[in-house]
């Protein structure tokens, strides 16, 4: 077996604008460091459908990574396209998670807001792929 390759591709209009900075990207690749893995790409992308769909097909065919960590554009705004985007890629289907939905509605509720319908996309994911549970977040 040779040398993992890995891919990080971060998304985010904010992330480009300059008014948000990435830090996601480099606590990733200290994380990979510390485990003795190293980031051989890294691109940081737009909320644009095109532009997440190309972006994955260059790093896995033209990088040839074996892994791509994704980052960003799933918060709930009415911008964040990213599931639809991975859904088209790996053709794909989405369902509903109840669970995590209960679960962000009583992180909501513990909080003492009011949550808002938008967040609700936040509960769908893709049926092949796994998501990671964010403890600290809600995307």
């Not at 606590?27 to 460091?33: E, K, S, T």
């Not at 190293?38 to 909320?47: L, P, Q, Y």
């Not at 807001?113 to 964010?134: D, E, S, T, Y």
């Amino acid at each position: 077996m040779g040398v993992i390759k890995i891919g990080i591709i971060t998304i985010g209009n904010e992330l480009l604008s300059g008014f948000t900075l990435d830090r996601n990207a480099a606590w990733i690749g200290q994380q990979l460091l510390a485990a003795g893995m190293k980031v051989d790409v890294h691109h940081t992308i737009s909320d644009d459908f095109a532009d997440i769909y190309d972006t994955l097909e260059y790093q896995w065919n033209e990088w040839e990574c074996d892994h791509i960590i994704v980052t960003g554009g799933l918060g709930p705004t009415v911008d964040d396209i990213t599931v639809s985007a991975f859904i088209a890629y790996f053709d794909d289907t989405e369902k509903f998670d109840r669970d995590y939905w209960d679960k962000l509605s009583e992180r909501f509720k513990k909080l003492n807001f009011k949550m808002p319908n938008l967040n609700k996309n936040q509960a769908f994911k893709v049926k092949k792929g796994n998501m990671i549970p964010n403890k600290v977040g809600s995307a």
